[in-house]
């Protein structure tokens, strides 16, 4: 809870928690979502915003996490190899 509290993630949390409320209170009308065979879906305008958003967030969350995996492999085969060469 603690964490939270900081101002690292106090401040992304309270505008998430912003767009999340306008866009559910702006938002409610019915919208047709077709996937890729079958009739069309009608889905709340407000619900497909807030996943997407989430989907996104997930997948800009998890490239950081691979591309910091990466990094550290890089890092961690030249140390291995400057031990080599030494």
């Not at 079958?38 to 950081?64: E, K, Q, Y």
């Amino acid at each position: 809870m603690e964490k939270l509290l900081t101002k690292k993630f106090f401040l992304p949390l309270i505008a998430a928690l912003f767009l999340f409320a306008v866009f559910i209170d702006e938002n409610t009308g019915p919208v047709p979502m077709k996937f890729f065979i079958g009739s069309p879906i009608h889905m709340r305008l407000s619900l497909i915003i807030v996943v997407s958003m989430a989907m996104g967030s997930a997948l800009t969350i998890i490239s950081f996490l691979i591309v910091k995996g990466i990094q550290q492999k890089i890092k961690k085969r030249k140390m291995e190899q400057e031990i080599r060469d030494f």
